[in-house]
């Protein structure tokens, strides 16, 4: 049997002679709170009564809890005196690098612009990843969750989808050769050219709103469409096109003919919006709207008394007071609403949320964001979505780009905040049926190759770290967009993917504005 009592003796002797022979006068050790780290204490305050316990959080809820705990609970015992170096801001350079460089099916080597310790640098190697099957995007839907909640909401960088539901038109057919149900024509009746090919003029988005919203993408912008003045529930429209909602079938997979969706209807939406808070209530989602396919006064008036009764009857508890400088902590759990309509007098003078005064169309414009008496706040909007070819009102979309990320990227001002619509289309690029039709329509895909590649690439950069706003952007989440045209499907990558990662993680870059 062993004698722990003599092995005790020969390890504090040891020490003893490891501080002789080294002139040294104490001891230091790190004090993790586990069973090693308390033994090694014991061994060193029995060898030498100077003894300091370093412990060393970085910002997990365990290290910050439990073994701190149990670690102060040794020192306590034993009389050792104990000291606390925290290493959250070391550990948020460490991910800063990290999500710089990690990039699928890619090998690194990185070096940090910064250094952890004086006169040393360091190197952080990421070696071959394997690609993801799917299209989704995985681990972000409580990415939120982990942002203090004193961060200025106006200072996280935020992903969106711009027309959020136009994953599908309100008509359908199966065609042999498509890769599966989620892929097929849409159609819009015309009186002139009768059912016709329209998916470059309604398809923006590859996903679900359920499937966004597990990719982390936390804005969405949504058109509902009034035709009455009366109250009534109200139906999600591209333009003048209805949107199909999948979830609601209405359509039989691998048959032939022409099918039709049930349309996504806003109340169906809050109600996920607000089902989804329930099961993540860390998280936040902003609702941008504006009315859609209208043109008289009583529809406007019929939009704006729907859109009050449905938010209040679906999304009661659930709706985030605005003010320039609100915090993530103010709307946790909650919908933001951002509503470019001024539909006060249809809500006794009171807005939810955010009233965004949409001033210009086809532009970069300044304007602002109101609550309920609580001042006005400054935004940037990049609205630049007809591209003719690349250049509109002597503007190029990259240029509009970097003027809006440039508004909030460096500014001091946390009440300063952005909306920057990535998404456009193109004329040059625009036909259907070979015909350009309703002035100007395009290929959605094709603008999302080039700018929602050239925006996730501006962001991803080691050196870009400051704030991006709100990035709405067609296919959000998705890698690539299933297009049909004629007899045949395009498969073009539109980066989707990697613009609502560059956005998430672009916020562990650079320490966010808090309120202190």
């Known amino acids: 049997m062993r004698d722990y009592a003599k092995e005790f003796e020969n390890r504090v002797a040891f020490i003893r002679d490891l501080l002789k022979s080294s002139g040294a006068q104490g001891i230091i050790y790190g004090n993790s709170g586990g069973k090693d780290s308390a033994l090694v204490g014991i061994l060193c305050k029995a060898a030498c009564d100077n003894t300091v316990g370093i412990m060393m959080p970085c910002a997990s809820k365990r290290n910050f809890g439990e073994d701190m705990s149990d670690g102060l609970a040794v020192a306590e015992q034993f009389n050792i005196e104990t000291r606390t170096v925290d290493l959250t801001a ?23 612009p910064a250094t952890l310790k004086a006169g040393h640098r360091y190197s952080f190697t990421i070696g071959d990843m394997q690609a993801q099957a799917q299209q989704t995007s995985e681990g972000y839907s409580d990415w939120m969750a982990y942002l203090p909640d004193n961060t ?132 936040t989602v902003l609702v941008h709207m504006k009315y859609e396919n209208t043109s008289t006064s009583a529809n406007k008036t019929g ?37 470019r309509e001024d539909y006060k007098s249809s809500n006794n ?82 036909s259907v049926s070979g015909i350009s039709l309703f002035g100007a329509v395009g290929d959605y895909d094709y603008c999302a190759n080039k700018y929602n590649r050239y925006t996730a690439d501006k962001i991803d950069r080691y050196d870009f770290r400051g704030n991006v706003g709100i990035v709405l952007m067609d296919f959000a989440a998705a890698s690539h967009a299933t297009m049909t045209y004629g007899q045949t499907y395009s498969n073009m990558q539109v980066y989707g993917d990697d613009l609502v990662r560059a956005v998430i993680c672009n916020n562990n870059k650079w320490n966010l504005r808090r309120n202190e």
């Open 303 to 339: 939009w704006d008394k729907s859109v009050v009764s449905l938010i209040k009857s679906h999304c009661s508890g659930y709706v985030a007071d605005f003010h320039p400088l609100m915090t993530l902590a103010d709307a946790r759990g909650k919908i933001l609403f951002v509503i």
């Open 152 to 283: 200025y909401l106006s200072q996280v960088s935020i992903p969106g989808s711009h027309d959020a539901c136009t994953i599908y038109g309100s008509h359908y057919e199966y065609k042999d050769g498509m890769p599966d149900d989620r892929y097929h024509f849409k159609w819009l009746q015309n009186v002139v050219f009768g059912y016709m090919n329209t998916t470059k003029i309604i398809k923006a988005q590859e996903l679900s709103i359920e499937e966004q919203l597990a990719a982390g993408v936390r804005m969405f912008d949504l058109r509902p469409s009034s035709s009455s003045s009366s109250v009534r529930d109200l139906p999600i429209h591209h333009g003048i096109a209805p949107l199909g909602d999948p979830t609601l079938g209405g359509y039989a997979p691998g048959s032939s003919g022409r099918q039709e969706l049930s349309p996504f209807m806003l109340s169906h939406l809050l109600d996920r919006f607000v089902g989804f808070l329930d099961e993540h209530p860390g998280e």
């Open 90 to 112: 070391e550990k948020e350079l460490v991910m800063q690098t990290l999500s710089a460089v990690t990039t699928q099916g890619k090998t690194y080597s990185y070096t940090t």
């Open 349 to 430: 003078g009171r807005y939810f949320g955010a009233y965004l005064n949409w001033t210009h169309d086809k532009v970069v414009f300044d304007t602002t964001l109101s609550g309920n008496g609580v001042g006005k706040a400054p935004i940037r909007v990049n609205d630049l979505y007809n591209i003719k070819n690349g250049a509109s009102d002597g503007k190029t979309k990259y240029a509009a780009i970097d003027e809006c990320i440039a508004y909030t990227y460096n500014t001091d001002d946390p009440t300063r905040w952005c909306m920057n619509y990535v998404s456009c289309y193109d004329t040059a690029h625009c």
